[in-house]
């Protein structure tokens, strides 16, 4: 039976659930018992067995308490499904309140863990007693150089709000509560509000996303001044932790956090820059394809082509379970599992979140995934996409202890493309030649923003952070400049740097979760390599599995290594890049076959 409302009954009956309060009694009881246990010992820094003894205690408390237990993922959970419960609003304030206090308390463990001297480090890692959490040891110490006092560390978490979160607020803030007259597609002038005003961007409607652009524009505008101020500070922060924290380069922290490489990044980065020209020509066939000498910079993600199919959402199950099937029965019965167990909340109500997530917590906590689902192909690929992270959590379950159940930033979103290019795959086989161009451009504009757009962004960052620290104060026209250079190095002639579009970065809250942007990139990329693998060789899926089913055990480096990849190596990312290519080459050869472009002269 197909169900289409979240089955919470794992976690608790209901909001007023009197096992909610007991939960968090235990959350509080099992958490102080470790620290109590623990706080004022140090053998554990010094001595295998000990180091054993206290690993599988944090293992267990951290597989099924947390400092927030079920508590806080189920009222997590149901804020998504009503945004506008002052009650719930309440509910999920005060535990977190609540975890964070806990946090706090418990965070010594890994202090004074990753503190250990770098000669007993090493003593730890080779102990046979200690192989079970090695991994996770190596992530710990690989912190540790950048690590403060505990008290230093409790500062740090103390300013971080203050120092970053609310700057940020106060930006997105702002944006957030304006609006103005914009034409609309159903014809006239209305009031619309910033984020709408962002969606007409994309209209068909060439007087509509024009028109749009103008408002969007003025409202940027109004805030670049307060941005200037907003990033200046958060920059300014940043350079000062960088500092105290003895980061040599601005990024490093994140490579550290996401347990990969700089030279990893840095190739990446650099492979993606080199083959710019894919994104150049992309654009260049959608002009062509629209009847447009050059885009502007908001034009670049307008839709091409119309797709008149409707999937309900029966219709998605059956054909993202037929494609799930084909490629591995566990990937199926996974998906089964999630569609009459109730992980699934799908379509859109009032009050309910917007976009769609695959949520997961503790170990020992279900997987849920939100939709809101209108029967358009996108629903269908976005189901796809989000099940593809919940096959991956569940595959980790299975293989994984609770210190290692996660996915490093720079895999996280590998396993939710890889299913649903798969998916796509299936559609573009049986659909007729106008609807597959349409799909090819769409595919293509995605990975072009999820690739090219986002590298460029990460160089951008790059050039942000250099020249801040050069200069002490960027103006948002220095800042605007650097924008436009890097946006313009990926689009190249086919996309016009309209006016305004210097502005862009106020709004772009990526930028402000430093040097994130890169793991869209790399997780699409690897993707792709592994999907090329499957096409040549169906049984390379055991070895997606084995990749899907590492979870923290290791490096993702040493991962892929272990399956005869080195994604320390440019020629890695070109074989993900050629894919792009070639799905751009089969799209212009389509758009030449059905008369909407002139071929080429050779």
């Known amino acids: 039976m197909t169900r289409t409302v979240w089955d919470l009954s794992a976690l608790f009956a209901g909001d007023d659930d009197p096992a909610i309060d007991q939960g968090r009694r235990e959350v509080e009881e099992h958490t102080r018992a470790f620290i109590t246990r623990w706080k004022d010992r140090r053998d554990y820094t010094q001595d295998a067995s000990a180091l054993k003894e206290a690993l599988d205690d944090y293992e267990a408390w951290a597989s099924r308490w947390g400092t927030d237990g079920d508590e806080g993922y189920y009222f997590w959970l149901r804020t998504q499904q009503d945004q506008n419960d002052p009650a719930l609003k309440a509910k999920i304030n005060r535990v977190e309140e609540f975890s964070r206090n806990l946090h706090n308390d418990i965070q010594f463990f890994a202090l004074r863990l990753s503190k250990t001297p770098r000669p007993r480090q090493k003593a730890f890692l080779a102990d046979p007693r200690l192989k079970k959490y090695r991994h996770y040891l190596e992530r710990t110490f690989a912190r540790s150089r950048f690590l403060l006092t505990e008290p230093e560390e409790r500062l740090m978490n103390l300013k971080a709000a203050t120092s970053h979160a609310n700057w940020v607020r106060m930006t997105s803030g702002f944006l957030a509560r304006e609006e103005a007259r914009v034409p609309l597609e159903e014809g006239g002038r209305g009031t619309r509000s910033f984020s709408e005003i962002l969606s007409l961007l994309n209209s068909t409607s060439k007087p509509v996303r024009d028109g749009a652009a103008l408002a969007f524009n003025a409202l940027l505008n109004r805030h670049v001044d307060v941005a200037e101020a907003e990033i200046n500070s958060i920059l300014a922060n940043k350079k000062v932790d960088d500092e105290l924290r003895r980061a040599p380069r601005p990024d490093l922290l994140r490579h550290v956090s996401d347990d990969i490489d700089s030279e990893i990044v840095d190739c990446l980065v650099g492979s993606v820059a080199d083959r710019f020209g894919i994104a150049r020509q992309f654009y260049a066939l959608k002009a062509e394809l629209m009847g447009l000498r050059r885009l502007r910079y908001h034009e670049r ?87 593809g992270h919940a096959v991956n959590n569940e595959l980790i379950r299975g293989r994984q202890h609770g210190l290692d159940f996660g996915t490093p930033l720079s895999t996280a979103e590998v396993a939710s493309t890889f299913f649903e290019d798969f998916v796509l795959q299936e559609v573009l086989r049986k659909a007729d030649d106008e609807t597959r161009l349409s799909l090819m451009i769409r595919k293509l504009n995605d990975d072009v923003t999820t690739i090219f757009r986002q590298v460029a962004c990460y160089r951008f960052e790059q050039e942000l952070h250099h020249e801040f620290r050069q200069k002490g104060y960027l103006s948002k026209e220095e800042i605007g400049r650097i924008f436009r250079t890097h946006m313009a190095a990926y689009m190249g002639d086919a996309v016009e740097q309209s006016p305004g579009s210097e502005n862009w970065w106020v709004y772009w809250g990526h930028i402000r979760s430093f040097f994130y942007v890169y793991s869209y990139a790399s997780g699409l990329l690897i993707s792709k390599s592994l999907q090329s693998s499957v096409k040549r060789d169906r049984s390379f899926i055991a070895k997606v599995k084995e990749f899907l089913s590492a979870g923290l055990s290791d490096s993702p480096r040493n991962i892929f290594l272990r399956l005869g990849v080195d994604i320390g190596e440019p020629g890695f990312w070109n074989r993900g890049l050629d894919e792009v290519q070639a799905l751009l080459d089969d799209a212009r050869a389509l758009a030449v076959k059905l008369g909407k472009i002139k071929r080429r002269n050779s």
């Not at 993202?320 to 990937?331: A, E, H, N």
């Not at 997530?357 to 689902?373: D, V």
Request: with cysteine.
């Open 301 to 387: 993600n307008v839709e091409y082509g119309s797709i008149t199919a409707r999937y309900s959402f029966g219709d998605s199950v059956r054909l993202t379970g037929r494609v799930l099937k084909s490629l591995d029965s566990d990937f199926y019965a996974i998906f089964r599992g999630f569609v009459e167990g109730g992980h699934f909340d799908v379509y859109p109500r009032k009050g309910k979140a917007s976009g769609a997530f695959c949520a997961h917590n503790l170990k020992s906590q279900p997987t849920y995934i939100l939709l809101n689902h209108t029967g358009r192909l996108h629903d269908v690929l976005t189901l796809a996409h989000e099940l």
